[in-house]
């Protein structure tokens, strides 16, 4: 489909305005950032709702809430703290919790994760400030990112790929797809994301959380010509979009969303 800037800006912006209402809220894992009222509570349990982000969104958000709060009992922050990755065998919870390809003992590996992470930083915010910190001059997040999962999985250098796939790193060439969802939901500040994290990242620097959905219908849009599904594709489309909103160019993840459902 062909349009000119000004006429896909117009068409995006209204799409935008259309879907990105806190009744989309309910219906969308960003819901569980909502679910707290401690910061930290927060940002633990958007963090894992992205990673449990694959398949029907009715699906994620139940398995979601059968962790947050029948696993963690409804206090992510204190559970992790208290985590104890050495007794996992014999932690019944994490025998039977599965979702799609997500097994227990995976979801345990980023519970310990996160357990040395707040540890040393404090919060997760912390931790990507000072990574932002250091790479405030590029252009996106992608060498924050790397920064960040290296350091997430630093404590162990035998960790499984099927964990690392979880929260993958841009350095191999991966979309990121869910720590840039993460990343949207933490940063931006409207009707459905919470801006919580508004205070350390500029909007401009975060990049399109790139699924099969956003690739297809940004292809539709001439937003982009490759084929991958990959971290150059997710900053191709991004800059795109830049040339629309300069300062905020994901926004327009609602509009694509609301593109789909409009062609349904």
Avoid at 20 to 31: G, L, M, T
Wanted: charged share 25%; with cysteine; aromatic share 14%.
């Amino acid at each position: 489909m062909n349009y000119d800037k000004s006429d896909l800006k117009k068409y995006l912006d209204d799409l935008y305005e259309k879907y990105c209402v806190q009744s989309f809220i309910k219906s969308d894992p960003v819901q569980f950032v909502y679910s707290f009222s401690d910061y930290r509570d927060r940002e633990i349990s958007g963090f894992l709702a992205s990673i449990m982000a694959q398949g029907r969104r009715y699906n994620i958000i139940s398995k979601t809430k059968e962790l947050l709060f029948n696993i963690m009992g409804g206090e992510p922050f204190r559970y992790i703290l208290n985590f104890d990755f050495e007794k996992i065998g014999r932690l019944k919870d994490f025998s039977y919790f599965a979702y799609r390809n997500i097994t227990g003992v995976q979801i345990a590996y980023i519970f310990q994760s996160l357990k040395i992470v707040l540890t040393k930083w404090g919060s997760l915010k912390n931790l990507f400030y000072q990574m932002y910190t250091k790479n405030a001059n590029y252009r996106n997040v992608k060498f924050l990112l790397i920064d960040v999962v290296d350091e997430i999985f630093s404590w162990n250098n035998k960790i499984p790929g099927e964990v690392l796939s979880l929260v993958p790193s841009p350095i191999k060439g991966s979309a990121c797809k869910r720590l840039n969802m993460f990343l949207r939901w933490m940063v931006r500040k409207d009707n459905v994301d919470s801006g919580l994290w508004n205070d350390i990242i500029p909007t401009s620097k975060l990049v399109i959380p790139l699924d099969f959905h956003v690739s297809r219908i940004s292809r539709e849009l001439n937003l982009t010509n490759r084929s991958q599904d990959d971290w150059i594709t997710a900053e191709e489309i991004t800059e795109k979009l830049k040339e629309l909103d300069p300062n905020d160019p994901v926004k327009y993840d609602f509009a694509i969303f609301g593109y789909g459902v409009n062609k349904k």
